[in-house]
Structure formats: C-alpha cells, structure tokens
T-cell receptor
Framework: EAQVTQNPRYLITVTGKKLTVTCSQNMNHEYMSWYRQDPGLGLRQIYYSMNVEVTDKGDVPEGYKVSRKEKRNFPLILESPSPNQTSLYFC???????????FGPGTRLTVL | AQRVTQPEKLLSVFKGAPVELKCNYSYSGSPELFWYVQYSRQRLQLLLRHISRESIKGFTADLNKGETSFHLKKPFAQEEDSAMYYC????????????FGTGTRLLVSP
C-alpha cells in the first residue's frame, strides 16, 4: 500500500531533550516536506526537500533540522525542543513540484 | 509573497443546503491551487486541484484570476462532508513551496 508513515504518533518530552520524528514514504517520491499545524494558523511549512541531499527552509524553520540521506526518509530533528514547538506535525511527499501531496498521519508533540 | 486567505473559521449548514468555502490568494505569478480535506481522525488528503477541472464528491472549485479566488462549492451538503478544509497554493517556480490557508471547519447538521 502506497503511504507515508511517521513515528512516533504521540510524544511528550521536556525542554531541551533532543528528539527525532521519522518520516518514510514508499512511493519513490522526490519531494518531501514537513508542516506544523496550529489552531488558527493552519499548516505552515517547516522544511522541504526536492531530492536526496537537497533541502531548503520553509516558512518556519527556526529550531528544526532535517536531513535527506535516502529518497524514502526525511526525518525532522529538534535539537533542543521548547514549549512553543508543541504542535501537530505532518510529513508529506509528492512526485514532483506542484503535484498532489500525500500526507502522513501526523505526530502530536508536547514539549513541557 | 504567496498568501492564502480563508476568511471563515467555521461554516455551519444544514444537510441539503448549498455550501461555499471561500479562498482568496495573493501571488504574482500563475498559481497552482488545491483544496485539501481532513476528516475527523484522518490525515489530510487532496480533494481537488484547479488544473484537473474535476468534481470530487460533488465539490467543484473554479479559479477566478480576476478576483484571485478559488472558492469551493457544493450544491447540496451531506453530513459526511463535515471536515476541515484547507485551500493551498503552489507557485510555478519549479520548486516545491506549498502555502496553506488557516482552514475552514465545515459542520453539516442533519
């Protein structure tokens, strides 16, 4: 089944404790993105990747890192999480630019 | 800069009533526009995109470049249409930067 998976689905952590949210797609898509969804603000793009080893900042990249060492994986790294990063995070992938995005199920992160 | 505006946070209608979810955009080039939907406890999924010119689940959306709008319409709402709807815009600049609106929650009551 073609899909985008994210792990973990739920995470509660404390300020400053490094964490990684994984994202994987099995559709051989070139493009992958990370978004955060906050009430009243909709979805905002954090980072995106056009292909392996090619990444760029979205609208709200501060406090986040990404890597794209393999085509299928696009992990989101929070080196030192803070409470304002408490949010619902979505990973998405698509074949190429302007194409339909396929979203993961979301990761609900709480930073205490 | 790309911007998408969805002025209504909540739209509440009765079953069988017409629905129009508003979306206005700001973009200097030629945009690609999408509507994504998120049903309760499900992931976001594409509902339709303007380039396809198709009707999905009875919904249609027409790109009006003069008014810079891409409103989503359905003549007769169903209870199963209750969901969060996001309008999104992508530029045609060759790299992927998708900008979402803040979303409109549609509630269809029996």
């Amino acid at each position: 089944e073609a899909q985008v998976t994210q792990n973990p689905r739920y995470l509660i952590t404390v300020t400053g404790k490094k964490l990684t949210v994984t994202c994987s797609q099995n559709m051989n898509h070139e493009y992958m993105s990370w978004y955060r969804q906050d009430p009243g603000l909709g979805l905002r793009q954090i980072y995106y990747s056009m292909n392996v080893e090619v990444t760029d900042k979205g609208d709200v990249p501060e406090g986040y890192k990404v890597s794209r060492k393999e085509k299928r994986n696009f992990p989101l790294i929070l080196e030192s999480p803070s409470p304002n990063q408490t949010s619902l995070y979505f990973c998405a992938s698509s074949r190429h630019d302007t194409d339909t995005q396929y979203f993961g199920p979301g990761t609900r992160l709480t930073v205490l | 800069a790309q911007r998408v505006t969805q002025p209504e946070k909540l739209l509440s209608v009765f079953k069988g009533a017409p629905v129009e979810l508003k979306c206005n955009y700001s973009y200097s080039g030629s945009p690609e526009l999408f509507w994504y939907v998120q049903y309760s406890r499900q992931r976001l999924q594409l509902l339709l995109r303007h380039i396809s010119r198709e009707s999905i689940k009875g919904f249609t959306a027409d790109l009006n470049k003069g008014e810079t709008s891409f409103h989503l319409k359905k003549p007769f709402a169903q209870e199963e249409d209750s969901a969060m709807y996001y309008c999104a815009l992508s530029g045609n600049t060759g790299f992927q930067k998708l900008v979402f609106g803040t979303g409109t929650r549609l509630l269809v009551s029996p």
